[in-house]
């Protein structure tokens, strides 16, 4: 399909020019994709470019996801997990309850994805002893912890500086900060969805702030609500100019809104068409960022094995238990196991390749002690 000819039909012929140049999109470009009802020739396009960036490789990560507390003092309105505090479906795990999940994930796990709402009382002291603790515990374990908004409310509460709080969590044992809380960057959107909450600038702020002291980052977009086509662009644009001067990010992840007992819930879901062409167009636009995430928790595992032909390279992972997607009615199952993933992978005729949360192979040698050890390009821990 990947045919100059084919697009010129289409109005297209320019874009898989430049596509197959690997010259940057434009935003009428992407409003262009965004506007061709032929979902297949869009997918192509993306399908090039992440074939020409990994292969036949399909990644997955050996992770494991813990909410710390729903306790939140925004009150963003497309988010069903948020509580204020005395909520009877407020919960606030305790250290020992953290550590226990850390424990249970074994030796084979290798990465922990921390976050919560912005909790009024916790002091930045409580999780840079948390990080600590589960540095101690599980020294192999990657620790990606605390969005940009949770890092900004940090440094509110304690009267600091953002610089101050990421250097204090990078001692402590934080390796890179999830990608969460971005949103759409629009101030549009946000005055009308998330008025309280940090906003587009502050969030990249926060990001930059931390690509300069060494910390990577992930970036994501919340898309299907009240946000237009161009909004959306505009959110990948600036996220490619921040990505020009820094290089701090590694995997953007498209989100799709889930609608279910939020203040929004009478908006329809986005389609699947508009979930793969969203994906294949981030391909398309991000070009400075290395990978693109297909998230089964958001999109359905079936929808996100097939945006493995839509310009996605990556998996995510077996996640264990969810509960920011879920409590929005997310209806995918709460985790998956590595053999479900690569069986997904292998069905979709495509090679699973286990990453660490910085896309570093990690090989399984059952004759280690479970420990990771190697060069930065390749990890080796035991497997459980
Ligand atoms: S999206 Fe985040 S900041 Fe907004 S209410 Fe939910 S937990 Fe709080």
């Known amino acids: 399909m990947f045919e100059p000819r084919y697009y010129k039909n289409l109005g297209l012929e320019d874009i898989c020019h430049k596509v197959?140049?690997?010259?940057?999109?434009?935003?009428?470009?992407?409003?262009?994709?965004?506007?061709?009802?032929?979902?297949?020739?869009?997918?192509?396009?993306?399908h090039h470019v992440r074939t020409r960036l990994h292969g036949n490789s399909a990644y997955y990560v050996v992770n494991r996801h813990i909410n710390y507390s729903n306790i939140c003092v925004n009150g963003c309105r497309f988010c069903a997990f948020s509580r204020k505090k005395g909520d009877p479906l407020s919960f606030e795990l305790s250290e020992d309850e953290i550590l226990d999940k850390i424990r249970a994930g074994g030796n084979g796990l290798t990465e922990a994805h921390i976050v919560g709402g912005c909790h009024p009382d916790l002091a930045l002291a409580f999780f840079e002893d948390l990080v600590r603790k589960i540095r101690g515990t599980k020294p192999d374990v990657?620790?990606?912890?605390?969005?940009?908004?949770?890092?900004?409310?940090?440094?509110?509460?304690?009267?600091?500086?953002?610089?101050?709080?990421?250097?204090?969590?990078?001692?402590?044992?934080?390796?890179m900060l999830p990608g969460g809380g971005a949103?759409?960057?629009?101030?549009?959107?946000?005055?009308?969805?998330?008025?309280?909450k940090l906003d587009g600038e502050g969030w990249l702020d926060?990001?930059?702030?931390?690509?300069?002291?060494?910390?990577?980052?992930?970036?994501?977009?919340?898309?299907?609500?009240?946000?237009t086509v161009r909004e959306r662009l505009d959110h990948m644009a600036a996220l490619r100019e921040l990505q020009d001067r820094t290089g701090g990010f590694v995997c953007f992840i498209p989100l799709t809104f889930q609608p279910a007992n939020t203040v929004l819930s009478h908006l329809p879901p986005a389609t699947g068409v508009d979930d793969l062409k969203t994906i294949a167009v981030s391909r398309l636009m991000l070009d400075n960022i290395a990978h693109v995430k297909a998230y089964w928790v958001m999109l359905s595992v079936k929808l996100a094995q097939a945006a493995l032909y839509f310009g996605a390279d990556d998996f995510?992972?077996?996640?264990?238990?969810?509960?920011?997607?879920?409590?929005?009615?997310?209806?995918?199952?709460?985790?998956?196991?590595?053999?479900e993933i690569e069986r997904t992978i292998r069905d979709a005729g495509l090679e699973?390749?286990?990453?660490?949360?910085?896309?570093?192979?990690?090989?399984?040698?059952?004759?280690?002690?479970?420990?990771?050890?190697?060069?930065?390009?390749f990890v080796w821990l035991n497997y459980d």
Do not use: W
């Not at 010259?23 to 470009?29: G, K, M, Q, V, Y």
């Not at 990657?142 to 500086?161: L, Q």
């Not at 879920?326 to 985790?335: K, L, P, T, V």
């Not at 699973?352 to 390009?377: C, H, I, W, Y």
């Open 20 to 46: 197959a140049e690997g010259e940057r999109l434009t935003i009428s470009d992407g409003e262009r994709l965004f506007a061709c009802p032929d979902i297949n020739a869009v997918g192509s396009l993306a």
């Open 142 to 175: 990657f620790i990606k912890a605390f969005t940009a908004v949770e890092i900004a409310h940090f440094a509110k509460n304690e009267g600091t500086s953002v610089k101050d709080v990421l250097a204090r969590l990078k001692s402590a044992g934080v390796q």
């Open 183 to 196: 949103e759409v960057f629009s101030a549009r959107v946000r005055e009308l969805l998330c008025p309280e």
């Open 206 to 227: 926060v990001m930059r702030q931390a690509h300069e002291i060494g910390i990577k980052t992930n970036a994501t977009m919340l898309y299907g609500h009240i946000e």
């Open 316 to 339: 995510d992972g077996t996640v264990v238990e969810e509960k920011i997607g879920h409590m929005a009615g997310a209806e995918s199952q709460q985790g998956m196991t590595c053999r």
């Open 352 to 377: 699973p390749v286990e990453r660490d949360s910085l896309f570093r192979k990690v090989f399984r040698n059952p004759a280690s002690e479970g420990r990771l050890s190697g060069s930065p390009d």
